[in-house]
Nanobody, 123 residues
């Protein structure tokens, strides 16, 4: 069992940056692949980025590649989402998620979810 708590959301102008954090409870954080998803109003939850348990491999949605990064610190039980060059279409609730096995781009892969943090990008 793992509990996830996101933080760091807020209002930012287009072109700006934000860093989201996801703090995990428990002592087995390094056993989980981690991801970030986002969900805008009246849209499906969409994959943003993922990182393997060791942090050795990362994956990104095409829409955020080269602008977002997903580092993790297993000593701090935390995964981050560094978002640069933000665009208005990035306005959404951002969720972190943990998978007990391999990471993937589909929500059903993930066993645990945080409550989400709102990111609003103004034009």
């Amino acid at each position: 069992q793992v509990q996830l708590v996101e933080s760091g959301g807020g209002l930012v102008q287009a072109g700006g940056s934000l860093r989201l954090s996801c703090a995990a409870s428990g002592r087995t954080f390094s056993s989980y692949g981690m991801s970030w998803f986002r969900q805008a109003p009246v849209k499906d939850r969409e994959f943003v980025a993922a990182i393997t348990r060791s942090g050795g491999i990362t994956y990104y949605a095409d829409s955020v590649k080269c602008r977002f990064t997903i580092p993790r610190d297993n000593a701090k039980n935390t995964v981050y989402l560094q978002m640069n060059s933000l665009r208005p279409e990035g306005t959404a609730v951002y969720y972190c998620a943990a998978a007990g096995a391999l990471v993937g781009r589909s929500p059903p892969v993930y066993n645990y979810w945080g409550q989400g943090t709102q990111v609003t990008v103004s034009s």
